[in-house]
């Protein structure tokens, strides 16, 4: 069955919400990621770090790395989401595997979902 417009409205918020916290979430990766000219020009600059502290920044440019990652391909599904509703709005909503109805409320959790939950289940297991 296909979604009403009033419901088709409120999951594109939803995905247009969670859009922009993906991207404001990369946005700051971007700025921890980069050091600051300031950080370069300052006084403490004479003075090298001592290995632990280089140790510490190199772990901290990884997690970023990680997140920057997992946020991207987030950002991807989300993106993905919004092109099927643009795109084909009749569908939106209609499990890619088996044809039924993915359902309102798993959409409001996850907005960008593909399957219904019986074949995400399914495809977790291994099935």
């Known amino acids: 069955m296909a979604l009403a417009k ?5 999951l594109e918020k939803r ?11 990369l946005g700051l990766f971007d700025k921890a990621a980069k050091p600051g000219r300031e950080s370069v020009d300052s006084d403490l ?3 090298t770090d001592h290995m632990a502290d280089q140790g510490t920044e190199a ?5 970023a790395a990680v997140f920057a990652t997992k946020e991207g391909r987030y950002l991807y599904r989300i993106e993905e989401a919004l092109r099927r509703l643009y795109n084909d709005p009749k569908n939106f ?4 595997t088996c044809g ?8 409001d959790a996850l907005p960008h979902a ?7 289940r399914k495809e977790e297991s291994g099935g």
């Open 93 to 96: 909503g209609v499990c890619h």
């Open 100 to 107: 039924t109805d993915v359902g309102l409320d798993r959409l």
């Open 15 to 25: 995905l247009l919400d969670e859009r922009d916290r993906a991207l404001k979430a």
């Open 59 to 63: 772990m901290e440019r990884e997690k």
């Open 114 to 120: 593909r399957y219904c939950i019986d074949c995400k």
């Open 6 to 10: 009033k419901q088709l409205a409120h």
């Open 45 to 47: 600059s004479v003075y």
